[in-house]
């Protein structure tokens, strides 16, 4: 199914870095017209500062033939720009008015739509601009004639997609993103959402890293995407070597960059994703309180919108769990350390020394088991002084028992075992229902039951009650109001169930061994599971909540795009295409999704009387945190949204 790519609000951009040969205008532009020539799936293209010319020329900037030939050379440009419906960004030199200036030039519709001066000009070490250049803060004037065009010129440019209007991209040169205020920042308060920078930027001993980190903190912090276009080593002239390091940023993180040190032209291509940057801008009031003094003239121009399949950018299939191992266990020390320091800064608040926990064997009970632990050790109090409670019910099985139990007691705790079965069934007779009915009464009975148990026994020892339930089964509302929904402070409410069996892998691997590091594998294989319906004849579980609700794989992907990024429905169903879409079928993506939507809306007056519970990270339904939603919003809009998917897609 091919997809607009403007109306998910997508824009393709590619970043050139052309060989080139110094004071060799023609072949350098021969160069960008083949790597356009070469990107037929791309409209947009970035190349780097003085391109046309070189940027190493050097007192040849004085001759008025490279000047004039760079001239006529922008003209033709321009015109291939009609001829190809695409539109280039180039570096170049301007005379004007006695003055010369380092511009980058902007080309669409078969003109140039404007030229952008360069404001903070290097001149110290291996720099001379100052020399042959003069800065955007000398211009006198706000157009430049060539020819019959009254083309705009000065730093005060910002340039609007008219296909595209959230599209709105602000330019600065090499040096202008290096200084303490850059002229970005600006632009980007003015409401820039891409941001472009032409550069030439010599290489030296660990600049890479540097200008990596650069790219990245000012697309964060201007909350816009950041293209950053390097000159080659064919620039390499005398002392200085270039690299050809160009890169590709949006809020903070690096969607592709160029091989360094390679002769031959190059480009990579990325998605943009547009409308997330609005969206964060929105969500960011202090983006919103920002003020420019500047003022600054909209250019506006064509951007031939693109169909596609593919995106061009990472679209991961685990958006909670980084794919990389170093990564993924530094991030579970970090959730974990968060966790277990709520948990103790709770316990000195209230003063209480003993804590109450129900486990199962499962996972979100053993990772709350594990961070209760963890939290007592840091604060110098006993293990005994942790209620571990095991309550046995009409769907336990023995695996589960069995591991909850060993833990329980390997690790220290005070263990209670209380079967269930009677007084659950003495409620049955209580409120006239059939045990052999098992349906949602049957199971919430259990579950109400449990509670209450621990509730108490949290009265009775004058402890904590620790909840167990995860970010996951909040947001699909897969828990049992006033059953296990609520305890006295849930510790697992910012821990998506995706993350959390890699959190308790992690723990069997770093924070414990042996016996325990086992335990802690084998219930990290064991499939999720509430336990309320009565087990296979051979003693296996029966009830597997995934088969029930669909998989929490695609539910934490829904989650992380509906609430983090607010994403529309049809965007996130065309995102999971590129995700899983070699494991999910479109009418399993769509079926799951509809799920999604679903309970989300309908099991908010859940997540609406929430305990308290630590903030992990950027995903939260705390209605005191960053999620604050009506109970009783409809979820009509979302679903009409995928229900205009129905006639490609099919249900399935």
């Keep these: 199914m091919d997809i607009r790519m403007a109306s998910h609000g997508y824009v393709r951009v590619g970043v050139c870095t052309p060989a080139c040969r110094v004071a060799d205008v023609a072949y350098n532009c021969e160069q960008i017209r083949n790597l356009v020539a070469e990107t037929p799936d791309c409209r947009f293209f970035v190349f780097p500062e003085l391109c046309v010319t070189a940027y190493t020329c050097g007192d040849l900037f004085f001759q008025p033939l490279l000047v004039e030939k760079a001239r006529s050379a922008l003209l033709e440009l321009a015109a291939f720009t009609s001829e190809h419906r695409v539109t280039l ?22 003109e140039i739509r404007g030229m952008v001066p360069k404001r903070f000009l290097p001149n110290t070490q291996e720099f001379y601009e100052e020399r042959w250049f003069s800065s955007a803060s000398d211009l006198e004037a706000t157009h430049l004639e060539w020819e019959g065009q009254r083309i705009p010129f ?13 599209c709105l991209i602000g330019i600065e040169i090499c040096e202008d993103a290096w200084v303490a205020n850059p002229p970005s920042g600006r632009l980007a308060v003015a409401g820039a959402t891409l941001l472009l920078n032409l550069s030439a930027s010599p290489e030296l001993l660990g600049k890479m890293e540097y200008r990596r980190a650069l790219v990245q903190a000012q697309s964060a912090r201007c909350l816009a995407a950041y293209v950053y276009a390097s000159s080659g080593p064919g620039e390499s002239s005398t002392d200085l070597v270039f690299s050809g390091h160009s890169l590709i940023a949006e809020n903070g993180a690096i ?8 002769f031959d032209s190059q480009i990579i291509v990325a998605d943009l994703d547009i409308e997330r940057l609005v969206n964060e801008r929105f969500k960011n009031n202090s983006y919103g309180s920002s003020r420019s003094e500047a003022s600054f003239r909209v250019i506006e121009f064509s951007l031939a919108d693109l169909t596609c399949e593919q995106l061009l950018r990472p ?23 968060i966790q277990t320091t709520g948990l103790a800064k709770r316990l000195l608040h209230t003063g209480a020394t003993r804590a109450v926990i129900g486990i199962s064997g499962g996972l979100d009970s053993t990772l709350a088991l594990l961070v209760t632990v963890k939290a007592f050790d840091k604060l110098g109090f006993s293990r005994s002084g942790i209620e571990t409670i095991t309550m046995p019910g009409f769907g336990t099985t023995q695996r589960t028992r069995s591991n909850a139990e060993r833990l329980a007691e390997m690790l220290g705790t005070s263990l209670r075992v209380i079967p269930i079965d009677a007084a659950v069934r003495q409620h049955f007779a209580d409120i006239g229902h059939d045990e052999s009915v098992h349906d949602i009464t049957y199971e919430n009975s259990q579950a109400r039951e449990r509670t209450q148990i621990l509730m108490n026994i949290a009265n009775q020892v004058n402890g904590l009650l620790i909840g167990t339930g995860d970010l996951s089964e909040l947001a699909l509302g897969w828990c049992t109001y006033n059953g296990d929904h609520m305890s006295m402070y849930a510790v697992n409410t910012g821990v998506p169930k995706t993350l959390v069996r890699y959190l308790v892998s992690w723990c069997a691997d770093a924070e414990f061994s042996g016996a325990i590091a086992a335990i802690l594998h084998d ?24 088969d029930k609700i669909g998989p929490y794989l695609l539910h934490d992907f829904f989650l992380y795009h509906a609430v983090r990024l607010q994403n529309r429905p049809s965007k996130i169903f065309f995102l999971a295409k590129q995700a899983f879409g070699g494991d999910f079928s479109d009418p399993q993506l769509l079926h799951w999704l509809k799920t999604f939507y679903r309970r989300f809306f309908s099991q908010q007056f859940k ?14 339904l705390s209605p005191r945190g960053d999620w604050r939603m009506p109970s009783d919003a409809s979820a009509a809009l979302w679903l009409d949204d995928l229900h205009q998917l129905e006639g490609v897609v099919g249900e399935g």
Excluded at 154 to 164: E, K, T
């Design 89 to 110: 960004v180039v570096g170049a030199p301007i005379a004007f008015r006695g003055r010369l200036y380092n511009c980058a030039v902007f080309l669409s519709d078969g």
């Design 154 to 166: 000065g730093d005060d440019l910002l340039f609007r997609a008219g296909s595209m209007p959230d």
């Design 255 to 262: 969607l592709a960059e160029t091989e360094r040190f390679r």
């Design 315 to 337: 679209v991961v299939a685990t958006p909670f769990v980084p794919q990389a191992v170093e990564e993924r266990a530094h991030r579970c020390h970090e959730i974990f350390a």
């Design 523 to 546: 219930v990290c294989d064991t499939p999720v599971s509430p336990e309320l319906l009565p087990p296979h004849e051979n003693g296996e579980i029966k009830q597997r909540t995934e």
């Design 607 to 620: 997540r609406s009387c929430l305990p308290d519970g630590p903030k992990v990270g950027s995903v939260v």
